[in-house]
């Protein structure tokens, strides 16, 4: 059974850090392409990036462009998403999930996970 489990979601004041984790079993992340997902109260889901399993093609939202940065641990089956110098606009659950192509297109994507909550305020 494919898990896909988020977490380091919470509180954070604007231009703080916060490191996301997507963490999976019954999958190996580094056969699949990881997006980043999120969708704040009353907005659709929208895409944050999308990475290859090297990580060498990684497309980014224009919101998140210079702030985000992906990463992977294939030893720990894990990915993460390091999000820096927060916003308010950037609140949200965010979500991960495994796909087979490098796209923000939520269709593309098999697996999800349930998502961590980040609230940027202060």
């Known amino acids: 059974q494919v898990q896909l489990v988020e977490s380091g979601g919470g509180l954070v004041q604007p231009g703080g850090s916060l490191r996301l984790s997507c963490a999976a079993s019954g999958l190996t992340l580094a056969r699949h392409v990881i997006g980043w997902f999120r969708q704040a109260p009353g907005k659709e889901r929208e895409g944050v990036s999308s990475?290859?399993?090297?990580?060498?093609?990684?497309i980014y939202a224009d919101s998140v462009k210079g702030r985000f940065n992906v990463s992977r641990d294939n030893t720990k089956n894990t990915v993460y998403l390091q999000m820096n110098n927060l916003k308010p606009e950037d609140t949200a659950v965010y979500y991960c999930a495994a796909g087979g192509w490098v796209t923000l297109n939520l269709r593309a994507y098999d697996y999800w996970g349930q998502g961590t909550q980040v609230t940027v305020s202060s």
């Open positions: 990475s290859s399993n090297s990580v060498r093609t990684t």
